[in-house]
């Protein structure tokens, strides 16, 4: 993949761009705003009990990349997620069909990797994720199952990743993307379409067995500035709740895309799950754009500003325990795979520059 060039430009903290962001026409320069030093980092600007994570790039779509392996191969990139965060997240090297591959095979190497170079470093480790109707192998999902041993299977499987890490990762997306957009339950979960609602509760109960002091959480995309979606992660969490289930926090993934609004309202939403005694956490931010060439200032300067809304409504709402993006720099990024004709989607160019989108961040936490 070739480098995006990185344009001489300047962050507008306090602009108010409307829609014609998006647009070819280059506005006047925005008025500048704090810049970070060269030196910043920005796990160390975060205020206490704030972790600012990463996405460790592997696996996934990674695997048919025109580049080796980023984690183990490429040493500034390496350097990048020792300097910068203070929690690490493996994109895709838990998922079901990276680290258990077989039924009775699992691969754990490049998790291992990861959580030891965390603890090298002093950082966190999410686990990242155990129930999802995505990223599963072929012999589970073609596999002629009854429900007893479907169950069994997530069990096991449960038992065996949450136990191999236990004291080595601090928080689990236990289920993960469960609703749709209208707050239905997803008709192609395997796991809830074969075995009920009730698995949930089942799969939060088994991972709190293999670790009791892992912090666990459902994890959902798209719904920041609440809705029907937020609404029914709120009515289970109450329920689960209610019954004892050791749920301990919400994950908001914070994709963002020009094509839609900004995070509105997100401290209020975030808010409500806190006063129910959750944390919160952003666990897989970024701002993906229209690309045809290199990004405008315009573009540049709305992405900052919805970094920045993210961030701050996960420090308004209180509790807030990590933020952490998903992918940096742009070359590792998932975006242009899954959206065609978009991308630019991290805090970094390329050639781990920064953008004003680091700024923004870095200004954030440094004055909290």
């Given at each position: 993949m070739?480098?995006?060039?990185?344009?001489?430009?300047?962050?507008a903290l306090?602009?108010?761009?409307?829609?014609?962001?998006?647009?070819?026409?280059?506005?006047d320069?925005?008025?500048?705003?704090?810049?970070?030093p060269?030196?910043?980092?920005?796990?160390?600007a975060?205020?206490?009990?704030?972790l600012?994570?990463?996405?460790?790039?592997?696996?996934?779509?990674?695997?048919?990349?025109?580049?080796?392996?980023?984690?183990?191969?490429?040493e500034?990139?390496?350097?990048?997620?020792?300097?910068?965060?203070?929690?690490?997240?493996?994109?895709?090297?838990?998922k079901?069909?990276?680290?258990?591959?077989?039924?009775?095979?699992?691969?754990?190497?490049?998790?291992?990797?990861?959580?030891?170079?965390?603890?090298?470093?002093g950082?966190?480790?999410?686990?990242?994720t155990?129930?999802?109707?995505s990223?599963?192998?072929d012999?589970l999902?073609?596999?002629?199952?009854?429900?007893?041993?479907?169950?069994?299977?997530?069990?096991?499987?449960?038992?065996?990743?949450?136990?191999?890490?236990?004291?080595?990762?601090?928080?689990?997306?236990?289920?993960?993307?469960?609703?749709d957009?209208?707050?239905?339950?997803r008709s192609?979960?395997?796991?809830?379409?074969?075995?009920?609602?009730?698995?949930?509760?089942?799969?939060?109960?088994w991972?709190?067995?293999?670790?009791p002091?892992?912090?666990?959480?459902?994890?959902?995309?798209?719904?920041?500035?609440?809705?029907?979606?937020?609404d029914?992660y709120?009515?289970?969490?109450?329920?689960?709740?209610?019954?004892?289930?050791?749920?301990?926090?919400?994950?908001f993934?914070?994709?963002?895309a020009?094509?839609?609004?900004?995070?509105?309202?997100?401290a209020?939403?975030?808010?409500?799950?806190?006063?129910?005694?959750?944390?919160?956490?952003?666990?897989?931010?970024?701002?993906?754009?229209?690309?045809?060439?290199?990004?405008?200032?315009?573009?540049?300067?709305?992405?900052?500003?919805?970094?920045?809304e993210?961030?701050?409504?996960?420090?308004?709402?209180?509790?807030?325990?990590?933020?952490?993006?998903?992918?940096?720099?742009?070359r590792?990024?998932?975006?242009?795979?899954?959206?065609?004709?978009?991308?630019?989607?991290?805090?970094?160019w390329?050639?781990?520059?920064?953008k004003?989108?680091?700024?923004?961040?870095?200004?954030?936490?440094?004055?909290?």
């Amino acid at each position: 993949m070739p480098a995006t060039p990185r344009p001489l430009l300047v962050l507008a903290l306090a602009s108010a761009l409307a829609l014609t962001a998006c647009s070819a026409a280059e506005p006047d320069p925005p008025t500048a705003g704090p810049t970070a030093p060269a030196d910043a980092r920005l796990r160390d600007a975060a205020p206490e009990g704030l972790l600012v994570g990463a996405a460790v790039a592997g696996g996934g779509h990674h695997v048919d990349a025109d580049y080796p392996d980023p984690f183990p191969n490429d040493e500034p990139y390496r350097e990048l997620l020792a300097s910068e965060f203070s929690s690490l997240t493996p994109e895709n090297q838990l998922k079901w069909e990276f680290v258990h591959p077989e039924r009775d095979r699992y691969e754990f190497g490049a998790a291992d990797a990861i959580v030891a170079f965390a603890e090298e470093h002093g950082q966190a480790v999410r686990g990242h994720t155990l129930l999802w109707h995505s990223q599963n192998p072929d012999w589970l999902t073609e596999g002629e199952f009854s429900d007893a041993e479907l169950r069994d299977i997530l069990h096991e499987h449960i038992s065996t990743v949450v136990g191999r890490y236990a004291g080595r990762i601090a928080e689990w997306d236990v289920a993960n993307e469960i609703f749709d957009d209208s707050g239905a339950l997803r008709s192609e979960n395997l796991w809830i379409l074969r075995l009920g609602e009730g698995i949930v509760a089942d799969a939060f109960r088994w991972a709190h067995e293999a670790d009791p002091d892992a912090r666990l959480f459902l994890n959902d995309y798209g719904m920041e500035s609440g809705g029907p979606k937020a609404d029914a992660y709120l009515a289970l969490v109450k329920e689960l709740l209610a019954e004892g289930v050791p749920v301990g926090g919400v994950g908001f993934q914070g994709h963002l895309a020009f094509e839609y609004s900004a995070p509105g309202g997100m401290a209020d939403n975030l808010r409500r799950f806190v006063d129910l005694g959750l944390a919160v956490a952003v666990t897989e931010a970024d701002v993906r754009m229209p690309v045809d060439g290199t990004p405008t200032n315009a573009q540049l300067t709305q992405q900052a500003e919805w970094f920045g809304e993210l961030l701050e409504g996960c420090l308004d709402a209180g509790h807030c325990t990590s933020f952490t993006l998903w992918g940096a720099p742009d070359r590792y990024s998932w975006v242009p795979v899954f959206f065609p004709s978009q991308g630019a989607a991290t805090p970094w160019w390329d050639d781990l520059s920064r953008k004003p989108a680091y700024d923004t961040l870095w200004g954030i936490l440094d004055a909290r």
